[in-house]
């Protein structure tokens, strides 16, 4: 079995920063791309930022520039560098990864229970 579990988020003002992680355990072969996704009140869920295995990142075009992705693949990890945060920014964020799991090495995809980000004006 596979889990992504988030941490980092909070309530931070307008203008801050805030750093998310997600950890990845359990019968792990691989991890291929991770990425992160919010989701705000009443609207759907959207890609904020994706990382490929090789580590080459894609930026929704309402983060580029503040926010940063990146993984560490030692510890399964990848993280979520948010600067110059907006109350636009106010969601639920939820880790994603492709992963390879178990004995027969099966592909998946996986998602963390979420994290939430609060951004005051």
């Known amino acids: 079995q596979v889990q992504l579990v988030e941490s980092g988020g909070g309530l931070v003002q307008a203008g801050g920063s805030l750093r998310l992680s997600c950890a990845a355990s359990g019968s792990i072969v691989n991890i291929l791309g991770m990425g992160w996704y919010r989701q705000a009140p009443g609207k759907q869920r959207e890609l904020v930022a994706t990382?490929?295995?090789?580590?080459?990142?894609n930026y929704a075009d309402s983060v580029k520039g503040r926010f940063t992705i990146s993984r560490d693949n030692a510890k399964k990890t990848v993280y979520l560098q948010m600067n110059t945060l907006k109350p636009e920014d106010t969601a639920v964020y939820y880790c994603?990864?492709?992963?390879?799991?178990?004995?027969?090495?099966?592909?998946?995809?996986?998602w963390g229970q979420g994290t939430q980000v609060t951004v005051s004006s």
């Open positions: 994603n990864a492709g992963i390879t799991a178990g004995v027969l090495g099966l592909v998946g995809g996986y």
């Open positions: 990382i490929s295995t090789g580590g080459i990142p």
